[in-house]
C-alpha cells in the first residue's frame, strides 16, 4: 500500500530552526507537497519538490531525495504564527495525492 | 490564486439527518474535489466533482451517502446523508491550479460537522 510516514508533533523555541521529516512509499512519484494548516483553518500551499534537492522560499526550505523517498520541511528563524500543521503530500504515477497525517508544531516564547 | 467561498463553517447535526455543504469558487474551474480530514488524520478525498458529468467516488465512498451536484464551472454541493456520529468531521472543498504535476490545491475555509 501507499504511505507517508511525518511525525505526529514537534515542539521548538522561537528563533530557532525545526526540520520536519517525511518518508513516503509510494506507486510511482510525480512531486511532492508541503502544506500548512493552521488550527481551524484551510491548509495553504507552502512548496513543491519534484527534482532531488533542496527548493529554498524565504524563511522556509524543502529538501528531496527521490531514491530515499525523504522529504525535509525546514524552517529558520521561528516565529509564533509558525505554530500550525505541517502536511506532507506525494502525487503518484497515476497522479493522485497521497496525503501525511500531519505534523503539529508547537512553537514555545 | 482562486478563492473559495464555502458554507456551513460549521454546523451541528442530528443522527440520521442530512446536510449539504456548498462550494462557490471565483473562477470556473474543471474539476472541484471533496476531502474529509478526521480529527488526528490526513485528508482523505471522497469525491471528483465534474461538471457535466457524475461525481467520480473514492474507494469507501459511496454516492448515496456523500451525492454531490456539479451544475456549473464555479459552484458544487456535497450533502453527507443520514448522518452518524462517524461522519463529525471537517469536509473540504479544493481546486487544483496550474499545470502538470505541479497543480497546486487551493482549498475552502472548511465545514466543521458535528453529529450527535
Known amino acids: 500500500g501507499q504511505n507517508i510516514d511525518q511525525p505526529t508533533e514537534m515542539t521548538a523555541t522561537e528563533g530557532a530552526i525545526v526540520q520536519i521529516n517525511c518518508t513516503y512509499q509510494t506507486s510511482g512519484f510525480n512531486g511532492l507537497f508541503w502544506y500548512q494548516q493552521h488550527a481551524g483553518e484551510a491548509p495553504t500551499f507552502l512548496s513543491y519538490n519534484v527534482l532531488d534537492g533542496l527548493e529554498e522560499k524565504g524563511r522556509f526550505s524543502s529538501f528531496l531525495s527521490r531514491s530515499k523517498g525523504y522529504s525535509y520541511l525546514l524552517l529558520k528563524e521561528l516565529q509564533m504564527k509558525d505554530s500550525a500543521s505541517y502536511l506532507c503530500a506525494v502525487r503518484d504515477e497515476n497522479y493522485q495525492l497521497i496525503w501525511g497525517a500531519g505534523t503539529k508544531l508547537i512553537i514555545k516564547p | 490564486s482562486a478563492v473559495i467561498s464555502q458554507k456551513p463553517s460549521r454546523d451541528i447535526c442530528q443522527r440520521g439527518t442530512s446536510l449539504t455543504i456548498q462550494c462557490q469558487v471565483d473562477?470556473?474551474?474543471?474539476?472541484m474535489f471533496w476531502y474529509r480530514q478526521q480529527p488526528g488524520q490526513s485528508l482523505t478525498l471522497i469525491a471528483t466533482a465534474n461538471q457535466g458529468s457524475e461525481a467520480t467516488y473514492e474507494s469507501g465512498f459511496v454516492i448515496d451517502k456523500f451525492p454531490i451536484s456539479r451544475p456549473n464551472l464555479t459552484f458544487s454541493t456535497l450533502t453527507v446523508s443520514n448522518m452518524s456520529p462517524e461522519d463529525s468531521s471537517i469536509y473540504l472543498c479544493s481546486v487544483e491550479e496550474g499545470s502538470s504535476g505541479a497543480n497546486v490545491l487551493t482549498f475552502g475555509a472548511g465545514s466543521r460537522l458535528t453529529v450527535l
Open positions: 473562477s470556473q474551474v474543471t474539476m
